[in-house]
């Protein structure tokens, strides 16, 4: 059984249809890729597992439909996604906006005192190297900082899928390579499975062990990372049909 599945889903925006017939799964332990040109639905894919009601279709979550559940109760669940634009409290410290993170997740099944949940903020702010600003106010962060705080709201709420939103955007090149690692590293010493959309093709590239590829609320192609890469529909998609 897969960890999540999506069936034929569709979303529209007045109009705009963002998202047509889509079908998706990932399995335990994967980490996969989201692509596609701008408008061409990731986020929208990412709201609606997350809780935005689709038009049609189902989503399956250890074989059970989340469709029609808020996104408290699915985060409950052990789903969780970042954002692209990270919005921290920012006139909280960075370890009070993870532990207010931990009160709402998965640890929410049962009383939690403030105590454990600064304990548990602290342990992931130490497994993301970011243990050295937990006293700092969040709104005077660096963006590479900011990210990793975005970060570490998610994890702190315990999930067991991790949908990443552009979490290298902005990034230079060497903090790119640092969101690279820590993103393995959630995967291999953390267990959590990843479903990631990254503009950054390298980045991308470099970490998933499989690509879903949109166009148009379509989904046109997937596969590994190399196969992707030369494949002619994602190129056309991208670079237009003259260069493919």
Known sequence: ?????????????????ALNGVDFHISEGEIVGLIGPNGAGKSTLFSVICGVPPDSGA??????????????????????????????FGNLTVLENVASAVLFGRHSRRPVRMAEARAVALQVLSFLKLEHRSGSLAGGLLLVERRRLELARAMATQPRLLLLDEVMAGLTPTETQEMMDMVLKIREERGITILVVEHIMK?????????????????????????????????????GEKVA
Do not use: W
């Open 1 to 17: 059984m897969h960890l999540l599945r999506g069936e034929r889903i569709s979303k529209s925006f007045g109009g705009v249809r």
């Open 59 to 88: 989503i399956l979550f250890h074989g059970q439909d989340i469709v029609g559940l808020r996104p408290d109760q699915i985060c409950v669940r052990g789903i969780v996604r970042t954002f692209q634009q990270p919005r921290p």
């Open 203 to 239: 980045a991308v590239m470099g970490i998933s062990q499989r690509i879903i590829v949109l166009s148009y609320g379509t989904k046109i192609a997937e596969g590994t990372p190399q196969e992707i890469a030369e494949n002619d529909e994602v190129i056309k998609a991208y670079l």
